[in-house]
């Protein structure tokens, strides 16, 4: 069975400072892997996504993420925080061909100013 | 624009009256699924479906209907809803293979 654990229901960053937020998966099968955002009233948008290739992957608004099979993380981070990076983000993981994405319990972020 | 519509966005309910949620995208993809959000525990899948008239049960099914008569829609139906129902629904359309879910704006249900 799948899994993702997300460390950190809360991160607080100061605006201009890194954004580490962490995942770690459990597959037995090599992983699709995704980050979400959500801003708050708002659905879930996809900020980036691995499936196969590259392990550092680009995303939206300067977010990025390495696919790490040795520790099984998928972790996402950004050089400079952006108030308007507020919101809640979700790692999922999928398996190829299976459709069915399991969620991490999220991560809300908050940039003080 | 490819897009996932769900409706209503807001919906309060009283127990026992039976409701539906709607979900069309515009994507013609096979695979459509509902999951719900509730603090603490991200999301959970309710029902998925591979394809018309192909519908199957989630991690949470109990209490929900769904139907997929049409390719484009998924509606979601709560028969007898009750209070622990109360959360916030979406609707996802997945690409073949998987790669990739789009999902609609959400829809708070409040149960009371």
């Known amino acids: 069975a799948q899994s993702v654990t997300q460390l950190g229901s809360h991160v607080s960053v100061s605006e201009g400072a890194l954004v580490l937020l962490r995942c770690n998966y459990s597959?037995?099968?090599?992983?699709?892997l995704f980050w979400y955002v959500q801003y708050p009233n708002q659905g879930l948008q996809l900020l980036l996504k691995?499936?196969?290739?590259?392990?550092l992957v680009k995303g939206i608004n300067g977010f990025e993420a390495e696919f790490k099979k040795s520790e099984t993380s998928f972790h996402l981070t950004k050089p400079s925080a952006h108030m308007s990076d507020a919101a809640e983000y979700f790692c999922?993981?999928?398996?190829?061909?299976?459709?069915?994405?399991?969620f991490g319990t999220g991560t809300r972020l908050k940039v003080l100013a | 624009e490819a897009q996932v519509t769900q409706n209503p966005r807001y919906l309060i309910t009283v127990t026992g009256k039976k409701l539906t949620v709607t979900c069309s995208q515009n994507?013609?993809?096979?695979?459509m699924s509902w999951y719900r959000q509730d603090p603490g525990l991200g999301l959970r899948q309710i029902y998925y479906?591979?394809?018309?008239?192909?519908?199957d049960k989630g991690d949470v099914p109990e209490g929900y209907k769904v139907s997929r008569k049409e390719k484009r829609n998924f509606p979601l139906i709560l028969e007898s809803p009750s209070p622990n129902q109360t959360s916030l629904y979406f609707c996802a359309s997945t690409t073949p293979g998987g790669t990739e879910a789009f999902f609609g704006q959400g829809t708070r249900l409040t149960v009371v």
């Open positions: 691995y499936t196969t290739g590259a392990t």
């Open positions: 479906s591979m394809n018309v008239e192909v519908t």
């Open positions: 999922a993981v999928s398996s190829p061909g299976t459709y069915k994405y399991i």
């Open positions: 994507m013609n993809h096979e695979y």
């Open positions: 597959s037995s099968v090599p992983p699709y």
